[in-house]
């Protein structure tokens, strides 16, 4: 098994925010293989238009059925569960995510233009107190 290392111990600070998320199939416009822990797509709002808003840098860490962080690297995760949610870049979540990350909130797994998963914000973690701390 190849171990992961949870976020929080690698960036000494709690995730974000936590989501409820579904993987896309092929069909709908997702991957073609499947998702594994340690997965580096992008955010996106759901209803910005990404040409004019971008894509962010916030990252999953995904949970087993438990609310566990799942450390094997080689097991694939679920299709659909949920993950926490990692804000890669301080001066964003500041700017930005403190703003717009609300219970509720609906956005999209992104590798490029492409959505390769649905999310629901339903729980905020660390956000705030990462925004005032975290430089």
Known sequence: ???WVPY???RNHPPD??????IHSEEEGG???PVFQGLRCDFAYDL???SETSIFAIHPEFEDGYG???LDRNLPVPKQGTANMWI???EMRREVHIHRINVGVVGYFMEGPRRVGQVEVIEIIGLNTNAETLR
């Open 8 to 10: 929080e111990k690698v």
């Open 88 to 90: 890669l870049i301080p």
């Open 1 to 3: 098994m190849e171990v």
């Open 48 to 50: 910005d238009d990404i």
């Open 31 to 33: 991957r073609k293989n």
């Open 17 to 22: 925010f936590r989501i409820r998320y579904r």
């Open 68 to 70: 566990n962080i799942i």
